[in-house]
């Protein structure tokens, strides 16, 4: 039977047939040819041209690999020409018959995507189907696909579908015997994947668009430049709330002037107070007003200016970056987050587990006037710092708005308090009107230092959200800074605090460490906890979405800490594992691959650890789990480890505190667990 192009009715400029292929297909096969006859493009080419035939582009094939085209750039290159061309050119598996070659756009750019994910996994597209770091980032990036136009985004889902099945059918089609099968996935799942692939489309349809994963080194440098922001700004907070409680009282003070004194009656008088009389003998300057109540070496640090107003847009700007760290600390959506009550942080007892900071608000609205009732999200510690500060402008706002005291009843106070409330709408869910939707997160966070995209954020991105266009998107672009919307914080806090132990980066690492072990505990699937914290549908996918990443995270460690160690495994598990991998390895392979699959699907435990090794207790970590919840017990019977795993950790954390300011709070606890390490070392030794 031979490969030729089906549906070709240019009969005077027909491409080439052939009838049979061996190991490989043709370099000088004419896929294409001009008008004249004469040929046009071969398969040996990096760019085909099908103008003759209709299309309205030029294919280029090199044309996803915008950094150096190396040798794996090349195998890739070539594989992904191979797909296309069986696509094209097998009767028995092409797309569709009598499809017009404009039709394969989309096509190939699916096959360019997939060429990212390869080359940023380090595999050849021959070799995907078996590298569970690429399975795991091919389904990260389609459930990451977020195109602008809604319909391109569900011809992902088609695209993504025909290259799987068109691997798939040639790995089975006897006249593609000798050529390498570049199945893409496992084909014990490839039913499993057009399935993934329907119910993704439809979620896609329903929500129209998806937002990118912000980088690690990005999401690291909003976290910490957020909370340095408001460790400066808590010490000067009372204070704060202590001078605008002051002027909103006495015209006389913060006065160099009749001018000054002016404006003072006017903004008392707006606040609902009397208005007040001043007098010019009892002035008192702005200079010793800030003196007085001890806040002007912070407004000059800030490089504030001495007015109300300056002072105002500086507590709008501690309200963005308090609501930064509540969605990037929580996942909770933009709507959660604008609905937060004044007193909104708690600490719950769970037994059985210990203390858990959570954040309670309000899940969506039901009406137009009403909120569900409270509901809790697992949050960090860390949240307090921003609801102290978000706490104390409330208090401000309120001062500068009712001449009343502070309400004693705070469930009908915003967390969010406007700052002006004549130009608020009419409050719906509070008495009082809230300013979150006001707040410039995208804006504030373009202030920080290194917030600008580089290239290595977008190498990353590749890996975990391929199907979007990142080279043709001008607000991706090297050297602008990231664009942050509050949509992008939900998937961000799911997928780094479901691999807080595989990220690189210390800082990050630890921020999410301990948000990671409790949202383990209290979303992980039969946990007695989940139902108090899963109860609406869009919660329920967060939460299915942190479970997933997680599988698929400690997949690919048990693959890496027990498959692929170059070490003999010790620990109680460990040492039965080497002892089957030295009396009959295919055996040991066998199984371990089956244990892998088995923890990807959840019926297996495999609890990675930062340090290297892991634990296979069914249940999760056990008390005699040493450092921090990071390092193997010695002698526990689930544990698996390597050798010199302590001293190399060791190693690894003091590298890293090189790069840590040493008053930060990630240097502070990888000297804690440095010591920690260090003191087991010398034990061990003895």
Same mark, same amino acid.
């Given at each position: 039977m031979a490969f030729f192009m089906l549906g070709n009715t240019y009969r005077d400029r027909e491409p080439d047939r052939v009838d049979e292929i061996g190991t490989e297909i043709p370099q000088d096969f004419i896929v294409s040819r001009r008008i004249n006859g004469k040929a046009l493009s071969r398969f040996q080419d990096d760019s085909w041209d099908f103008t003759p035939y209709g299309a309205s582009t030029i294919f280029y094939f090199a044309a996803w690999q915008a950094q150096e085209f190396d040798q794996l750039s090349r195998v890739i290159t070539d594989e992904i020409k191979s797909i296309f061309w069986l696509s094209m050119f097998n009767p028995r598996i092409a797309i569709k018959k009598n499809k017009k070659a404009t039709s394969y756009y989309a096509f190939n750019l699916a096959?360019?995507?997939i060429a990212k994910i390869a080359y940023h996994c380090k595999t050849p597209l021959s070799l995907a189907h078996s590298n569970l770091r690429f399975q795991a980032a091919l389904q990260s990036s389609f459930l990451l696909s977020s195109e602008d136009n809604p319909k391109a985004t569900l011809h992902h889902s088609n695209q993504i579908k025909e290259v799987i099945r068109v691997c798939h059918r040639a790995a089975h089609d006897s006249l593609c015997d000798g050529l390498p099968h570049w199945k893409i996935i496992p084909g014990d799942r490839y039913d499993d994947w057009l399935n993934r692939l329907d119910a993704a489309s439809k979620f896609i349809h329903i929500? &129209?668009?998806?937002?990118?994963?912000?980088?690690? @080194?990005i999401m690291a440098l909003l976290l910490e430049e957020s909370e340095k922001e408001l460790d400066g700004a808590l010490p000067y907070m009372e204070k704060l709330v202590a001078f605008f409680e002051a002027v909103y009282e006495n015209?006389?003070?913060?006065?160099?002037? &009749?001018?000054?004194?002016?404006?003072?009656?006017? @903004?008392?008088?707006?606040?609902?107070?009397?208005?007040p009389s001043y007098s010019t003998s009892?002035?008192?300057s702005r200079e010793e007003t800030l003196r007085r109540f001890g806040i002007g070496e912070y407004l000059q640090k800030k490089n504030i200016s001495w007015t109300i107003p300056a002072i105002g847009a500086h507590l709008s700007k501690l309200q963005s970056l308090s609501a930064i760290i509540i969605h990037l600390y929580s996942g909770m959506r933009r709507s959660e987050v604008a609905a937060l009550p004044y007193e909104c942080s708690h600490v719950v007892h769970i037994p059985d587990f210990g203390n858990v900071d959570i954040l309670l608000s309000h899940t969506k609205k039901l009406v137009s006037t009403n909120y569900s009732t409270m509901l809790p999200w697992v949050t960090s510690p860390v949240t307090k710092k921003a609801i102290k500060t978000a706490q104390c402008v409330a208090r401000i706002n309120w001062t500068r708005n009712h001449p009343d005291p502070f309400p004693s009843k705070k469930s009908k106070v915003p967390l969010w308090l406007a700052a002006s409330w004549a130009s608020c709408k009419s409050p719906v869910n509070y008495e009082y009107p809230e300013a979150y939707h006001s707040l410039e997160l995208?804006?504030?966070?373009k202030l920080f230092k290194g917030i600008e995209i580089r290239q290595s954020d977008l190498d990353e991105?590749?890996?975990f959200d391929a199907f979007r266009n990142w080279d043709e998107d001008p607000k991706f672009t090297v050297g602008n800074p990231w664009p942050f919307s509050s949509h992008q914080a939900r998937r961000a806090v799911a997928i780094y605090a479901s691999r807080s132990g595989k990220v690189s980066l210390p800082s990050l690492a630890t921020q999410f460490k301990h948000l990671s072990l409790v949202m383990t505990a209290l979303y992980a699937e039969n946990s007695p906890f989940a139902e108090s914290f899963i109860v609406a549908e869009d919660d329920a996918h967060f939460v299915t979405e942190f479970r997933a990443s997680k599988k698929i995270d400690d997949a690919i460690s048990f693959e890496e800490q027990v498959i692929e160690a170059h070490n003999p495994l010790l620990g109680g598990q460990g040492k039965v594992f080497q002892a089957e991998k030295q009396r009959n390895l295919p055996h040991f392979l066998d199984d371990a691959k089956a244990i892998q699959q088995d923890i990807k699907?959840?019926?297996?435990?495999?609890?990675?650890?930062?340090?290297?090794g892991g634990c296979m207790n069914e249940t999760g970590p056990c008390d005699s789990y040493g450092i921090d919840w990071t390092f193997p017990c010695y002698g526990c019977a689930k544990s698996i480890f390597e050798e010199n795993v302590l001293q190399e950790a060791a190693?690894?954390?003091?590298?890293?505190?090189q790069e840590m300011s040493p008053r930060s709070l990630a240097y502070k606890f990888s000297s804690e667990r440095l010591s920690l390490i260090k003191a087991r070392i010398n034990n061990e030794g003895q």
């Open positions: 096959l360019r995507a929500n &129209k668009k998806k937002t990118p994963l912000i980088p690690a @080194r015209p006389n003070l913060f006065c160099d002037h &009749k001018n000054h004194a002016g404006a003072a009656t006017t @903004r008392i008088k707006r606040s609902g107070r009397p208005k009892q002035f008192v995208g804006d504030t966070v991105l590749i890996a699907v959840g019926k297996r435990k495999f609890v990675p650890l930062p340090s290297g190693a690894s954390i003091e590298l890293s505190m």
